[in-house]
């Protein structure tokens, strides 16, 4: 049973777009929402993360929103550039979960020049 | 710091078989996590060791095993090999206590199982 919705499936923008991925969870014990990037070969890389109780979070040209009760989080890439193409996952960890992630199915992006 | 290492990268084993794949967390970690990662499945959470104890696991079956050493260096084995469990195998390792943020989670590269 998929706990995390994870939407588009694939995303092309041009160089300097703003990509937008979102995802959708279920369960409200949910306390804990990181983003990962993952290139062709390599693990995933952590790239940002947010708890609940703040509603937007920003590191660098990455922007994390979230909206507690619509229980929906999205990404934003500012400023895309070519080498930001990789294929991005959103995750959530319940309360109480220890390390447990449950990841959402993966976005690919690609930015052309 | 060096971040989390993995071994072997690749690995190619036969229906049967079984397999053992090895995880050295970043110096001072003390979690070590295994997910399977395929096309069809995505990334899934297979258990997590903390202070040489499964603290958590996920929906595979018993042919999965891991275990955890004194110096949080971890292993799982695949037992019995089978067509679906070609995948690529990834470790993550946590601080797991103390710090902002002790629950963030660090990936390595993988190691990719093939079984024909």
């Known amino acids: 049973q998929q706990q995390v919705k994870q939407s588009p499936q694939s995303l092309i923008v041009q160089k300097g777009g703003i990509p937008i991925i979102n995802c959708a969870y279920e369960?409200?014990?949910?306390?804990?929402f990181p983003w990962y990037q993952q290139f062709p070969g390599k693990g995933p890389a952590l790239l940002i993360a947010?708890?609940?109780?703040?509603s937007e979070k920003k590191e660098g040209r990455f922007t994390i929103s979230f909206n507690k009760s619509a229980k929906q989080f999205s990404l934003h890439i500012m400023d895309s550039q070519p080498g930001d193409s990789a294929t991005y996952f959103c995750?959530?960890?319940?309360?109480?979960?220890?390390?447990?992630?449950?990841f959402g199915a993966g976005t690919r992006l690609a930015v052309h020049p | 710091k060096a971040g989390v290492t993995q071994t072997p990268r690749y690995l190619i084993k036969t229906r049967g078989q079984q397999v053992t794949l090895s995880c050295s967390p970043i110096?001072?970690?003390?979690?070590v996590s295994w997910y399977q990662q395929t096309p069809g499945q995505g990334l899934q959470f297979l258990f997590e060791?903390?202070?040489?104890?499964?603290?958590n696991k996920g929906n595979f079956p018993g042919r999965f095993s891991g275990r955890q050493f004194s110096n949080s260096r971890s292993e799982m084995n695949v037992s019995t090999l089978e067509l679906g469990d070609s995948a690529l195998y990834l470790c993550?390792?946590?601080?797991?206590?103390?710090?902002?943020?002790?629950?963030?989670?660090?990936f390595g590269p993988g190691t990719r199982l093939t079984v024909t």
């Open positions: 369960n409200t014990a949910f306390d804990y």
């Open positions: 947010i708890r609940p109780d703040v």
């Open positions: 060791y903390f202070s040489e104890t499964q603290r």
């Open positions: 110096s001072g970690h003390r979690s």
């Open positions: 995750a959530a960890r319940r309360k109480g979960g220890y390390n447990k992630l449950i």
């Open positions: 993550a390792s946590s601080l797991d206590s103390g710090g902002p943020n002790p629950y963030e989670q660090y």
